[in-house]
């Protein structure tokens, strides 16, 4: 190309520079003149919920949404029956969904099963605690296995909870199938950004742009922050309170925390209404968390005009006293860091909305995947929000530790969720059967397991186990599930391949483990783009927190690193899509929608929620957050070390000695003396992140747990023991 042509090439793309532009602003004018439509759409669907003979699928016709849609925006008009409705749930990011109804096999006909071979590893590094029990030499023969006799045995005083298994015959074929017509698509969007301030609501400093300025709030009502917010910065669509939480005002005069911030949410007020909700990452009604609560407000003279958001800070981060030009600092920050790896990458309202917005512009255009990533059905969907638990929360009493530990010593796995996102199933599984895993030669059940898989498994704990249990055990109550380590304890559950392969290889004592069923999927990589950019994001406002040389930007660029792991974390926690969670009001006096958990009581209004079901989520991938969460928990029992393809060392659990275990936390545990860790600064490794010094009395609850990591924290940041 001569210059001639160059100037040319750049005249001509000029003239293209400016018909975008006006396309653009052709969009974003259709956009708008759209979302006046939907929200004049959403307030007559609210309005025909208030008839007595309304039905959704009537309405659902007449205004070209989808029955899911309708009941989100009139919750009133949910056609669920009741019993499904019955379900409770106090946080909506940790509740466990209701078993799916399947067929199970009848109590007293075991189900067939195979034997898995026990598997053997390299030995453990120097420094790592001696071996209860030898390894086996060599894979034991796969033959079925016998009925188990005796009773299981459970470790705790917690009644067995039976969970679901993959059907015969017909009814088993949708537990291998996808959702037709539902796929995670790349959108063809740029999301719309908010006018955002943040507000501290204990002194009134509000930060708005490049200033800050000082607010009478009043009584802190919602009414009261709006108004004041709305008066110093017109057109704000989101509030971020970093700290005062005002929905905990007057919290003592109501039996639960939910009631005072329910109550705080529908304060009344002469100016302000609950919003419906309009444009694509607002919701509809207020969302009732104990701490991190979400209120939606529109002008009561306009219900169908500008929508704004007063949210908690808290689910970005901790300000940890940070006041609103740090925080403020800090988002500018964070969008700095995405938008390096993301070219149209907008903060949304939460930061697992902004994590699954980011992912699904990681998409690929090309290949096999290039239209998408089926959505599985919803029977396989909710097999695996029934047997897929989250992290591994467990405080273990004496005797199996002392009553006076030596020491309490914390390690945190940092940004661990990250580590676990290079391989994660895609596609439909196959179901492998207890016969077709007895067929399989051990090297193809090896593969197997090391596959993306989800195990259907016997399991019990071997003679002469002291460590800590290795698979979870499901169990009524709050906890869900347990983790069996006393000799001899059988239980049936479901487990990731890494955590059966584990129970199978570990370096003490191999555990016998009897395949029932599984589900086979195609190893692929959809979260591994995501996981690397992030991780990238991380990586630059960690070195940023240590090096800058101004304090602020130093705790600004410390707070928006972890915001990035709060994406990846909740942007995880939202492809598992459990069963939505919708709220509302009823005047006092009317009947209540059948099912409903009551919130909270005024003079006026009823508050309520109920769970409602699954909605038609083209983002919904349970398989993925299952399969990460699975790596999380084996990595707490074991984390290897690789120089190249060569494991240099272990960390984890297994690796510290029996008896010294206090704690897991998700993505740490508390040991009672340090181990000879080496820390990287790479996700996954182990940090340590406190050390309170002994004795120290055995804490009996998780409350006293976190008042000694509290401290403990607190003793080593001082420069206590290193």
Same mark, same amino acid.
């Given at each position: 190309?001569?210059?001639?042509?160059?100037?040319?090439?750049?005249?001509?793309?000029?003239?293209? /520079?400016?018909?975008?532009?006006?396309?653009?602003?052709?969009?974003?004018?259709?956009?708008?003149?759209?979302?006046?439509?939907?929200?004049?759409?959403?307030?007559?669907v609210?309005?025909?919920?208030?008839?007595?003979?309304?039905?959704?699928?009537?309405?659902?016709?007449?205004?070209?949404?989808?029955?899911?849609?309708?009941?989100?925006?009139?919750?009133l008009?949910?056609?669920?029956?009741?019993?499904?409705?019955a379900?409770?749930?106090d946080?909506?990011?940790?509740?466990?969904?209701?078993?799916?109804?399947?067929?199970?096999?009848?109590?007293?006909?075991?189900?067939?099963?195979?034997v898995?071979?026990?598997?053997?590893?390299p030995?453990?590094?120097?420094?790592?605690?001696?071996?209860?029990?030898?390894?086996?030499?060599?894979?034991?023969?796969?033959?079925?296995?016998a009925?188990v006799?005796?009773?299981?045995?459970?470790?705790?005083?917690?009644?067995?909870?039976?969970?679901?298994?993959?059907?015969?015959?017909?009814?088993?074929a949708?537990?291998?199938?996808?959702?037709?017509?539902?796929?995670?698509?790349?959108?063809?969007?740029?999301?719309q950004?908010?006018s955002?301030?943040?507000?501290?609501?204990?002194?009134?400093?509000?930060?708005?742009?490049?200033?800050v300025?000082?607010?009478d709030?009043?009584?802190?009502?919602?009414?009261?922050?709006?108004d004041?917010?709305?008066?110093?910065?017109?057109?704000?669509?989101?509030?971020?309170?970093?700290?005062?939480?005002?929905?905990?005002d007057?919290?003592?005069?109501?039996?639960?925390?939910?009631?005072?911030?329910?109550?705080?949410?529908?304060?009344?007020?002469?100016?302000?209404?609950t919003?419906?909700?309009?444009?694509?990452?607002?919701?509809?009604?207020?969302?009732v968390?104990?701490?991190?609560?979400?209120g939606?407000?529109?002008?009561?003279?306009?219900?169908?005009?500008?929508v704004?958001?007063?949210?908690?800070?808290?689910?970005?981060?901790?300000?940890?006293?940070?006041?609103?030009t740090?925080?403020?600092?800090?988002?500018?920050?964070?969008?700095?860091?995405?938008?390096?790896?993301?070219?149209?990458a907008?903060?949304?309202?939460?930061p697992s909305?902004?994590?699954?917005?980011?992912?699904?512009?990681?998409?690929?255009t090309?290949?096999?995947?290039?239209?998408?990533?089926?959505?599985?059905?919803?029977?396989?969907?909710?097999?695996?929000?029934?047997?897929?638990?989250q992290?591994?929360?467990?405080?273990?009493?004496?005797?199996?530790?002392?009553?006076?530990l030596?020491?309490l010593?914390?390690?945190?796995?940092?940004?661990a969720?990250?580590?676990?996102?290079?391989?994660?199933?895609?596609?439909?599984?196959?179901?492998?059967?207890?016969?077709?895993?007895?067929?399989?030669?051990?090297?193809?059940?090896?593969?197997a397991l090391?596959?993306?898989?989800?195990?259907?498994?016997?399991?019990?704990?071997?003679?002469?186990?002291?460590?800590?249990?290795?698979?979870?055990?499901?169990?009524?109550?709050?906890?869900?599930?347990?983790y069996?380590?006393e000799?001899?304890?059988?239980?049936?559950?479901w487990?990731?391949?890494?955590?059966?392969?584990?129970?199978?290889?570990?370096?003490?004592?191999?555990?016998?483990?009897?395949?029932?069923?599984?589900?086979?999927?195609?190893?692929?990589?959809?979260?591994?783009?995501?996981?690397?950019?992030l991780?990238?994001?991380?990586?630059?406002?960690?070195?940023?927190?240590?090096?800058?040389?101004?304090?602020?930007?130093r705790?600004?660029?410390?707070?928006?690193?972890?915001?990035?792991r709060?994406?990846?974390?909740?942007?995880?926690?939202?492809?598992a899509?459990?069963?939505?969670l919708?709220?509302?009001?009823?005047p006092?006096?009317?009947?209540?929608?059948?099912?409903?958990?009551?919130?909270?009581?005024?003079?006026?209004?009823?508050?309520?929620?109920?769970q409602?079901?699954?909605?038609?989520?083209?983002?919904?991938?349970?398989?993925?957050?299952?399969?990460?969460?699975?790596?999380?928990?084996?990595?707490?029992?074991?984390?290897?070390? /690789?120089?190249?393809?060569?494991?240099?060392?272990?960390?984890?659990?297994l690796?510290?000695?029996?008896?010294?275990?206090?704690?897991?936390?998700?993505?740490?545990?508390?040991l009672?003396?340090?181990?000879?860790w080496?820390?990287?600064?790479?996700?996954g490794?182990?940090?340590?992140?406190?050390?309170?010094?002994?004795?120290?009395?055995?804490?009996?609850?998780?409350?006293?747990?976190?008042?000694?990591?509290?401290?403990?924290?607190?003793?080593?940041?001082?420069?206590?023991?290193?």
């Amino acid at each position: 190309m001569d210059r001639k042509a160059y100037t040319a090439e750049l005249a001509a793309l000029r003239e293209l /520079r400016t018909e975008i532009t006006a396309a653009e602003k052709a969009v974003a004018a259709a956009r708008k003149e759209l979302d006046k439509l939907t929200a004049q759409r959403a307030r007559k669907v609210a309005g025909l919920a208030g008839y007595e003979g309304a039905q959704a699928p009537a309405v659902a016709k007449a205004s070209g949404l989808s029955v899911g849609d309708v009941v989100r925006i009139a919750p009133l008009l949910d056609p669920t029956p009741a019993a499904v409705r019955a379900a409770k749930t106090d946080d909506q990011a940790a509740a466990e969904p209701p078993a799916p109804e399947v067929p199970k096999a009848a109590p007293a006909a075991e189900p067939a099963a195979a034997v898995a071979p026990a598997l053997t590893r390299p030995a453990p590094v120097h420094d790592q605690p001696t071996p209860a029990a030898p390894v086996a030499a060599a894979a034991a023969p796969v033959v079925p296995a016998a009925p188990v006799a005796a009773a299981p045995r459970p470790a705790v005083d917690a009644g067995p909870r039976e969970l679901p298994t993959l059907p015969e015959g017909p009814a088993g074929a949708r537990f291998e199938a996808v959702t037709t017509g539902l796929v995670s698509k790349r959108p063809n969007f740029t999301q719309q950004a908010r006018s955002t301030v943040f507000l501290d609501a204990a002194t009134g400093d509000l930060a708005v742009r490049d200033r800050v300025v000082r607010l009478d709030l009043g009584a802190r009502t919602p009414g009261e922050i709006l108004d004041a917010v709305l008066a110093t910065a017109p057109g704000t669509e989101r509030i971020y309170i970093t700290a005062g939480a005002p929905w905990h005002d007057g919290a003592e005069r109501y039996s639960t925390l939910k009631d005072a911030v329910a109550a705080w949410l529908n304060t009344p007020s002469e100016r302000w209404t609950t919003a419906v909700g309009s444009g694509r990452d607002k919701l509809a009604g207020h969302f009732v968390h104990q701490r991190q609560p979400v209120g939606r407000y529109a002008p009561a003279a306009s219900p169908q005009g500008p929508v704004t958001e007063i949210r908690s800070m808290g689910e970005w981060f901790d300000p940890d006293g940070a006041d609103v030009t740090t925080c403020r600092q800090a988002f500018t920050l964070l969008w700095q860091a995405l938008r390096r790896h993301w070219d149209d990458a907008v903060l949304m309202g939460s930061p697992s909305q902004t994590g699954r917005d980011l992912w699904s512009r990681t998409i690929p255009t090309t290949g096999k995947w290039a239209g998408g990533y089926p959505v599985l059905s919803e029977e396989l969907r909710a097999l695996l929000h029934a047997t897929g638990g989250q992290g591994r929360t467990e405080l273990i009493l004496p005797p199996r530790v002392p009553e006076q530990l030596p020491a309490l010593v914390e390690y945190d796995r940092t940004f661990a969720y990250a580590k676990h996102l290079w391989k994660s199933p895609v596609g439909t599984p196959r179901r492998i059967t207890a016969a077709a895993f007895a067929a399989m030669t051990e090297a193809e059940q090896t593969k197997a397991l090391m596959s993306c898989s989800h195990w259907n498994v016997r399991v019990t704990v071997p003679a002469g186990w002291n460590h800590v249990g290795l698979l979870p055990a499901p169990v009524t109550g709050d906890r869900a599930w347990i983790y069996p380590s006393e000799p001899g304890a059988t239980f049936t559950t479901w487990a990731g391949g890494a955590e059966v392969h584990l129970a199978l290889a570990n370096h003490l004592a191999p555990w016998k483990v009897e395949i029932l069923g599984g589900l086979l999927f195609e190893d692929g990589k959809p979260l591994d783009e995501w996981g690397k950019r992030l991780k990238a994001a991380w990586a630059d406002l960690t070195n940023l927190s240590r090096m800058h040389g101004d304090e602020r930007q130093r705790t600004a660029a410390y707070l928006a690193s972890r915001a990035v792991r709060s994406v990846l974390l909740f942007g995880l926690g939202g492809f598992a899509q459990r069963p939505r969670l919708v709220s509302g009001t009823t005047p006092v006096g009317e009947a209540l929608p059948a099912g409903v958990e009551i919130l909270g009581q005024d003079d006026q209004v009823v508050t309520w929620q109920r769970q409602a079901g699954f909605s038609r989520d083209p983002y919904a991938h349970p398989e993925w957050a299952a399969y990460v969460w699975s790596g999380a928990r084996t990595a707490l029992l074991d984390t290897k070390y /690789r120089q190249g393809k060569d494991v240099i060392g272990h960390a984890g659990a297994l690796h510290a000695e029996p008896g010294t275990v206090v704690y897991f936390g998700t993505d740490g545990i508390a040991l009672t003396g340090r181990r000879p860790w080496p820390y990287r600064g790479e996700p996954g490794d182990y940090l340590l992140k406190g050390h309170l010094t002994g004795p120290v009395e055995h804490p009996q609850s998780q409350e006293e747990y976190l008042k000694l990591r509290a401290l403990g924290r607190a003793e080593l940041a001082a420069g206590g023991e290193q």
